[in-house]
C-alpha cells in the first residue's frame, strides 16, 4: 500500500511524467543537486551597464579669498580644531570585500540549473534602468536585490555569493520574506530574499565584466548554482584604494569574505519507513506532486528541512517531502 495521504481515499498517482515535476536534487557526498522549472529557462538578459572612472578627481575646497579677490593673511591664523573634533567620515558596512580580498570562483563547484532571480540595482535611491550605463564614484554603493532557493522542492539556501572576473567580491545572507516567491514558485521559499550593499571599489576589473549572483546550496559541499540575470559593469576603470585629497572616501567597513566555516554541515539520518511505499512529494503537503518513491525499511539520508508534519530528505538518488508518522528517525 502506497501512503502518506491523511484522507481514507487513495489518491490517484499524477499523470505528470516525473521530470515535469522538476527533478530531483542530488548532494555532492551527500549534498544535492537540484531542479529547475519551466520559467527558469528563460535567457538572462542583461541589466545596467555600469562604469568606474578611470579617476577619481576630488576637488579641494577653494582657499579663503579676501573681498577685492587678493589671498587673504589671515587664512592661515585661525585657530585649528582639536584633532578628537574633526569630523570623520561615517562609518558605512557594505558586503562586498576589501580590494583584492576576494577569493578564486574555480574554488566553489559551481553548477548549471538556475535557482533563484537576480532582481534589481540600485544607486543613489534610484533603480537602475536597463538602457543607461552611469559612471560610479569611489564612494558609490550599489544595492543588489533578488531571491534564491532550489525550485524543485523548495530547498532554501543560507547565502547568495556575487561574483565578477572570475573572483567572489561579496556575499549576503538569504533571509528575507518574499510571499510573492511562495506563491508563485515554492511554498517553502517565504524566506528566500537577499539583498547585498556593495561598495564600488569592491568589483574587480577585467574584460567583459559583469556582476553575477550565485545561490550557496546548504552544507559543506561549496556548491553554487547561478541565479537568472547579471548586470555589466564596463571594463577598464581604474579605482584607487584612497586618496590623499579631500573629501575622503566613506569609511567603509568590508565584509569577511565566506568560508567553508560560515557553511554548516547538513544531518545525516537513517530513516525508517514503516508503510510499504512511502511517496515523496514536491512541498510539504499530501496534496503535492510526487517526486518519488522509498519502499520499507532503512534509508539513509540528509536532511535538507523540516515542518512539523513533514520532512525534507535527500538520498543519493531522489529527494522530497515525506510524512513524519510514516518514518521513524534515527542518527546516523
Known sequence: MVTDQNDPIPRRR?????????????????????????FMTLPEEPGASLELPRDAKLHPANEDKANDGTKSSLKNTAPTAPQSEIKKPQKVSVDSYEPRAGNELSNWKAGKQLSGYFDSVVLGGAVLAKNVSPKLAESDILILSGWAGDVSVGVRYPYVIASACGVVFGHSTVSGTRADVAKAVHPNLTQSGWRMRVAATSIPDCENRAIRIWGVAPGKSRLILPLNGLFSVKSGSVVPLQTSKKPVLPNLQYAEPL?????????????????????????GDAKCAITGKIRKGDWPVVKMDESADWLLIAAPDRAGWVARRFVQIGDQ
Request: glycine content about 8%; hydrophobic content about 50%.
Open 14 to 38: 499524477s499523470k505528470t511524467p516525473l521530470f515535469a515535476t522538476l527533478g530531483l536534487i542530488l548532494v555532492v557526498g551527500s549534498v544535492v543537486g537540484w531542479g529547475v522549472a519551466k
Open 259 to 283: 568560508s567553508s566555516d560560515n557553511l554548516a554541515a547538513l544531518t545525516s539520518l537513517i530513516v525508517t519507513v514503516r508503510a510499504n511505499t512511502l511517496n515523496m512529494r514536491r512541498c
